[in-house]
């Protein structure tokens, strides 16, 4: 305002005093005629200015429109038309940012907008989870701050890199996150953060697989290979040792193709992309499969009995319900001492049915319950070794029920033998008409 009061009096001031000086010495006629050719410049200048403003709006003009007439009519219609644009420009801005907030806010990644100063500016929510931020209260707070990992800070200040850094044990827990800074504009940075804790989990499963497989085939070749050697090199054996040993290369032989069978059996059950063939099968055709396939492992040294056989039928895939059962049944013989009891049974519990394994083996402690079904773990491996476990069965038995909306449910105490349950949904059960 005070602008403009000097820009439009300061003129008229200047050539009224001009004219009242020139009055005194020359006359009135003079003053006048002074003050009118003053304002007169002055009135050009104007519309000079009037026609510059009215020539550079009409470059930025939107549409032809309705002109008002004369140049001030045109300028304040240029004029109007030039904010209803930047109105609307505004709002296009407001929504486009609302919407880059919206696809932000639904992104799994972690998204934080910093400043120069590495303060915050926005983050989404999953960069809250990721790093215990909150934009509410930690909007204008360092980012270094809030995270001390002194790593995190020196590959902030460091200059731009394609190579992501990979923090573990993130807020204290076994979180691991993959974090990278990228330009975003010329006063702001964006850091994007990617979870990879199962990533991690991932990898070292794969890891400990190979190795496991690495190692359960190494035993069994070492021996064999042993005795090819010890055969060849060495003095010719009697007809006794000789047949002990091709029975114990028989025996490490049969172990690794019994390997080799579940691992590609377990291989199978995890990349299958479709549902197994399906069909009604009956519960009591697989108990005496079962019931057979026991007592032949068992030697006579076990008592088996089943119970509760009945004219249900299970909808699934029977030979890899068979599969899934018999593991669940040669385990109970391999772990339960000569002498002890092996019950087989089969009943309705709230809509379900559940198919059971009891045995009076040596039972399981309750803390490796949960990673019973791991991939080659074992409670104990030299036992596991003498009766011929791989490993692999209740992973099997787990990747089975999961094709058949089914679980699998351990129970067990240290000495006091086991149970182990294979849960069917009632929508996969097919009772007697």
């Known amino acids: 305002m005070k602008q403009f009061i000097k820009y439009t009096l300061?003129?008229?001031?200047?050539?009224?005093?001009?004219?009242?000086?020139?009055?005194?010495?020359?006359?009135?006629?003079?003053?006048?005629?002074?003050?009118?050719?003053?304002?007169?410049?002055?009135?050009?200048?104007?519309?000079?200015?009037?026609?510059?403003?009215?020539?550079?709006?009409?470059?930025?003009?939107?549409?032809?429109?309705?002109?008002?007439?004369g140049t001030w009519g045109q300028v304040f219609g240029q004029l109007y038309r030039l904010e209803k644009h930047a109105e609307q420009t505004q709002q296009k801005l407001r929504e486009s940012l609302e919407r880059f907030q919206h696809a932000g806010a639904a992104l799994p990644s972690g998204v934080v907008v910093i400043d120069p100063a590495e303060r915050i500016r926005w983050c989404n929510p999953s960069a809250e989870r990721h790093l215990g931020i909150h934009l509410h209260e930690d909007r204008g707070q360092s980012l270094t701050y809030l995270i001390r990992h002194p790593e995190f800070g020196a590959y902030l200040k460091a200059p731009p890199s394609d190579r992501p850094l990979i923090l573990r044990k993130v807020r204290g827990g076994d979180l691991s996150l993959s974090i990278q800074v990228v330009p975003y504009s010329p006063e702001e940075r964006m850091l994007v953060s990617h979870d990879i804790t199962q990533v991690e989990r991932d990898e070292q499963v794969r890891q400990d697989f190979v190795a496991n497989v690495s190692h359960e085939l190494r035993t069994p070749l070492t021996v064999v290979g042993g005795f090819i050697e010890t055969m060849l090199e060495g003095e010719p054996l009697d007809a006794a040792t000789q047949h002990r040993v091709l029975i114990t290369m028989q025996t490490q032989t049969e172990r690794m193709r019994r390997?080799?069978?579940?691992?590609?059996?377990?291989?199978?059950?995890?990349?299958?992309?479709?549902?197994?063939?399906?069909?009604?099968?009956?519960?009591?055709?697989?108990?005496?499969?079962?019931?057979?396939?026991?007592?032949?492992?068992?030697?006579?040294?076990?008592?088996?009995?089943?119970?509760?056989?009945?004219?249900?039928?299970?909808?699934?895939?029977?030979?890899?319900?068979l599969s899934a059962f018999g593991n669940l049944v040669t385990n109970a013989v391999r772990y339960t001492p000569p002498g002890g009891r092996i019950m087989l049974s089969w009943k309705r519990e709230r809509n379900e049915g559940v198919f059971s394994v009891l045995d009076s083996g040596i039972g399981i402690h309750p803390e490796h319950i949960p990673r019973l079904t791991e991939r080659f773990y074992r409670v104990d491996r030299a036992r596991s070794r003498e009766t011929g476990g791989t490993g692999l069965g209740l992973a099997i038995v787990k990747q089975i029920a999961m094709h058949h909306d089914s679980r699998l449910e351990i129970f067990s105490e240290s000495g006091k033998g086991s149970t182990f349950s294979f849960r069917v949904p009632a929508h996969r059960i097919v009772a007697p008409n």
């Open 259 to 321: 390997l080799v069978e579940e691992l590609l059996t377990l291989s199978r059950l995890e990349s299958q992309q479709s549902a197994p063939d399906e069909a009604p099968v009956p519960v009591s055709a697989l108990m005496q499969q079962l019931v057979q396939m026991g007592r032949q492992l068992s030697h006579g040294q076990h008592e088996l009995e089943v119970t509760g056989v009945c004219e249900d039928s299970i909808i699934g895939s029977e030979s890899e319900l």
């Open 10 to 69: 300061g003129p008229l001031f200047l050539a009224l005093s001009f004219s009242v000086l020139l009055s005194l010495v020359a006359g009135w006629v003079w003053g006048v005629v002074a003050f009118s050719l003053v304002m007169t410049g002055v009135a050009a200048r104007d519309s000079w200015q009037l026609l510059t403003l009215n020539r550079l709006l009409q470059r930025h003009q939107m549409s032809a429109g309705h002109q008002l007439g």
